[in-house]
């Protein structure tokens, strides 16, 4: 009985503390992710200023042109289809915003009325999407 209750309670124990041996104090690395904060996904915004606000995990945002592997910066697709994944992403006034200076904040001006979708992408220091791709996408509306 005693033999019992210990092995429960190393169980437990190890189950608690994530079981998993000590690694060195290295983390397992993260997947990289982006995520739209805003504008909601569903969003029913007033006015023609849209401003989108982006969070990343799993890899540093730097200034377009570090090619450091495991880094990138943000590009933004308003109603706009998605470039080629193989092919650096093109700068259109308005529509596809390189965000080159590793900011996670920009905002549209004049977005008309209606029903929207931003796409952001996460590419590397040459405007070539990451892969695998980190991307996030929201639909909204512009009353």
Known sequence: ?????LALAVCSLVAACGGEADSGGEAAPQTPSVTILEPAGGAELSGSTVTVRL???GMPIVPAGDMTPGTGHHHLYLDAELAPATAPVP???GSIVHMGDA???????GVAPG???IIAVVADGAHVPVQPAVQDTVVFTVR
């Open 115 to 117: 029903e929207h979708r």
């Open 103 to 109: 900011s996670s904040t920009y905002t549209f001006e």
């Open 1 to 5: 009985m005693k033999n019992t209750l």
């Open 55 to 57: 969070a990343v995990t």
């Open 91 to 93: 700068a259109v006034p």
